[in-house]
């Protein structure tokens, strides 16, 4: 029987949220004060489960400490104190919304982590709001 590991992580960042296929007034419009021309920040929670079988002789899914160095090197190292608009290459393009954050960290982890183990990533921005992923269908 499967069972689920979750590590939780935490990372500050700023974003804009603006969409260059609407105007100026419907960016203002539409994300209100994150669109601001600078940029807002968040202190972010990252939760990254990961699922499978115990292994028999240690009783684990995965190491932590090794989950957690994995999570480090692949996304906080490339987000935590960076601008998701200017300074992340994988975020290249994409409005930094929770909902595009969340898909393209499930991309990065799931090519670092062993085949089939991603099972969801959950992103909050502030206590109230979260979006979480579990892959593509």
Same mark, same amino acid.
């Given at each position: 029987m499967p069972v689920e590991l979750t590590r939780r992580l935490q990372f500050s960042a700023?974003?804009?949220?603006?969409?260059?296929? !609407? #105007? %100026?007034?419907?960016?203002?419009?539409?994300?209100?004060?994150?669109?601001?021309?600078?940029?807002?920040?968040?202190?972010?929670?990252?939760?990254?489960?990961?699922?499978?079988?115990?292994?028999?002789?240690?009783?684990?899914?995965?190491? !932590? #400490? %090794?989950?957690n160095s994995i999570v480090k090197k692949a996304l906080i190292s490339k987000v935590d104190h960076h601008h998701f608009n200017m300074d992340v290459d994988f975020m290249k393009d994409i409005i930094p919304s929770l909902e595009n954050m969340v898909v393209a960290f499930w991309k990065v982890l799931d090519a670092e982590l062993p085949k089939g183990m991603l099972k969801r990533i959950r992103i909050a921005e502030t206590e109230n709001n979260s979006v979480t992923y579990t892959g593509p269908e």
């Amino acid at each position: 029987m499967p069972v689920e590991l979750t590590r939780r992580l935490q990372f500050s960042a700023s974003h804009r949220l603006h969409s260059p296929h !609407l #105007s %100026e007034e419907e960016n203002i419009r539409l994300y209100g004060i994150c669109h601001n021309k600078y940029g807002h920040g968040h202190n972010y929670e990252l939760e990254v489960t990961i699922q499978g079988e115990p292994d028999p002789k240690t009783g684990l899914v995965m190491n !932590l #400490s %090794e989950l957690n160095s994995i999570v480090k090197k692949a996304l906080i190292s490339k987000v935590d104190h960076h601008h998701f608009n200017m300074d992340v290459d994988f975020m290249k393009d994409i409005i930094p919304s929770l909902e595009n954050m969340v898909v393209a960290f499930w991309k990065v982890l799931d090519a670092e982590l062993p085949k089939g183990m991603l099972k969801r990533i959950r992103i909050a921005e502030t206590e109230n709001n979260s979006v979480t992923y579990t892959g593509p269908e």
